[in-house]
């Protein structure tokens, strides 16, 4: 773009000087712009038109998803799991965000999004993999369509942007959907991503959830800007700012970005308003930066709860529905703790086999070494394993 | 500096000219070949060596970008996740630092990250090292930070013929490759014929790029020329000493350097960028390690000088040249019966 003079940025003291090339706004902003309040259907009129399956499912969802963080958090206690990074309170930002994907759809999931990645398919034990330590993700992710969980912070959302590219140019209509916190909106990944997508028209939806804090430090030490829904207009995109607790409304709003991006229409920003219930992870201290008057306040506002009076008004809530709901939810809770009982089996030779595709000379010289010191550790004297790999050979004469 | 290329069809061309070739070819046989950065669509990328992509394959298969590296590298880490091969443009050795989270939390690692599951076939494409009179920013010798990280292939080509052939390699591979073209030979001209192109040359494997008896010299890149040079004005002090150009830095061919400085007894390795935590420590290393009851002498280094990269009008005195080479060379006369040369 030509680059302008500002208004009143001078005198204009040269006979030469015409008056500057005119200029406009690239794209109409007001569009773009989100609401003013987070979207909401629980709780009104519009609550009425909602599909009763679609809310029974949402809340059988909710309801194993809870169960699974709970357990999840549990394992922790045990020494199970290294850590674990509890979304109690954002079940519905992860189940809609699940559900609003198709089967040939991508979902990039952050380090605490293994919710999302399980209500997609992914099975519960190897969405913990990188959390319980036994390998970096480990899962194969083209089974589910589900990128490897990400720890570094909005690093995943330009890959979503590429392979949505990508698929756009091999002619797939394959939408990413790309999931990062309050946090993550701050690093320059985010804003690169962004930028990329709109450029290109990518067909990605990103998921920005607002819960409050990135790690301790509140969302208004994280931005100035009136809301992260808001950051979408600077790109050339429509952001919407939802409420992340209410699961219907997220799931529609996640839907029609979807189906925006998979008609063409080009990537969303959604911002999803909610909190995070437990602290940031089990090593994490909450008290230290937030009163529990501020949790009781979002619990009031928890997101199965609104669910439940939505479906106690249609008489949908009945001892059955809730019975079933709850015993499969215990089911998956006990299929996840009996499995992560079980010690993982590990081979340590694994170590070398995933850096290439071939192995260079000087990894087969340390994966030798690494034998030789099982070898020797599994025959009780680890002393002679010592200098037994490399290149000690070869230093001979 | 010469090349072996075979007789027939011989024309002079630049190694700026067969990196083109090498992508153009690349592209021509496999789709999923795509080449992407900043200015190097219509402009043909600020050293021309995109030059006419665009043009003949659409700006779909050769993309300007918006100026952003991270951005550059992390949407390539998507198309490659969907089975594309990027090949990226980092328009300078240091415009690639804000890149670096990309590179090493997820190209580097991905292979690893998912047993196996997703490949990253990108390749790297970054113009590097000094010589240019470029101002700040525009001459660093980066390698040293490539190498540190596992899981990247680290390849330099010094001949226009390897430029073609390590880059046709780099493309093809499963892994990523990063691929660092010495900025100050894009315009040397070899006798190369762009019409019947030289084989893929492996990756991992060094050149000998002369014989000699008296000691190795062990360069890459853009000293490659210098040692050349230098071996040449070693004669009248002497010194047959051998170049070998390693072409890659990792993998790293341990067999070619072992085997050259067990026949020479001396090794000096020769290249720009900081001495201190470069790459000549880890090669002295491997060598002590693997020749010592060979060596006659220790294996001296000759490296750029441990600064930030000297502004444009004295970056000579930073660069190693052929006299500091030799000077280095007459250090290894080393318990030894030689008279000539110099020494400490």
Known sequence: MTVLEQPGSSRNTSSLAGPPPSWRPRTDPAPLLPDQEPYRLLGTDAAARLDSGLLTRLYTQLVRGRRYNAQATALTRQGRLAVYPSSTGQEACEIAAALALEERDWLFPSYRDTLAAVARGLDPVQALTLLRGDWHSGYDPHEHRIAPLCTPLATQLPHAVGLAHAARLMGDEVVALAMVGDGGTSEGDFHEALNFAALWQAPVVFLVQNNGFAISVPLAKQTAAPSLAHKAVGYGMPGRLVDGNDAPAMYEVLTEAVQRARRGGGPTLVEAVTYRIEAHTNADDATRYRSAAEVETWRAHDPIALLERELAARELLTDAFVGDTKESAEQLAADLRERMNADPELDPMDLFTHVFAEQTSQLRAQAAQLRAELDAEAAGHTEDAVGAGGFAEEARP | ?344
């Open chain 2, 1 to 344: 500096m010469t090349t072996t290329v075979p007789a027939t069809a011989r024309k002079p061309a630049t190694m700026a000219q067969a990196l083109t070739r090498a992508m153009r070819d690349a592209m021509a046989d496999d789709p999923s070949v795509h080449v992407m950065g900043e200015d190097v669509g219509t402009l043909g990328g600020v050293f021309r060596v995109t030059d006419g992509l665009a043009k003949e394959f659409g700006e779909d298969r050769c993309t300007d970008t918006a100026l952003a590296e991270a951005g550059i590298l992390g949407t390539a880490v998507g198309m490659a996740m969907y089975g594309l091969r990027p090949v990226v443009e980092m328009q300078f050795d240091a415009f690639a630092y804000p890149a670096f989270e990309q590179l090493i939390s997820h190209v580097a690692k991905m292979r690893n990250r998912t047993r196996g599951a997703l490949t990253m076939p990108l390749t790297i494409r970054v113009p590097y090292g000094g010589g240019i009179g470029g101002v700040e920013h525009h001459s660093d010798s980066s390698e040293a930070y490539y190498l540190a990280t596992a899981g990247l292939q680290v390849v330099t080509p010094a001949t226009v013929e390897d430029a073609y052939g390590l880059l046709r390699a780099a493309i093809a591979s499963d892994d990523p490759v990063v691929f660092l073209e010495p900025k100050r030979l894009y315009w040397s001209k070899a006798d190369w014929s762009p019409d019947a192109p030289t084989e893929v040359a492996p990756l991992g494997r060094a050149a000998v790029r002369r014989r000699g008896s008296s000691a190795t010299l062990i360069t890459y890149g853009p000293s490659l020329p210098v040692c050349m040079e230098a071996a040449e004005a070693a004669r009248s002090e002497g010194w047959d000493l051998e170049v070998v150009d390693l072409r890659s830095l990792m993998p790293f061919d341990d067999d070619t350097v072992c085997a050259s400085v067990r026949r020479t007894g001396r090794a000096v390795v020769v290249h720009e960028s900081n001495g201190f935590g470069g790459p000549g420590g880890e090669i002295a290393a491997r060598i002590t390690e693997r020749c010592f009851h060979h060596l006659e002498a220790p294996v001296l280094r000759v490296a750029g000088f441990d600064i930030p990269y000297a502004p444009p009008m004295l970056e000579r005195h930073h660069l190693p040249g052929v006299d500091r080479i030799l000077d280095t060379v007459a250090r290894l006369q080393w318990e030894s019966d030689r008279t000539d040369g110099g020494g400490e």
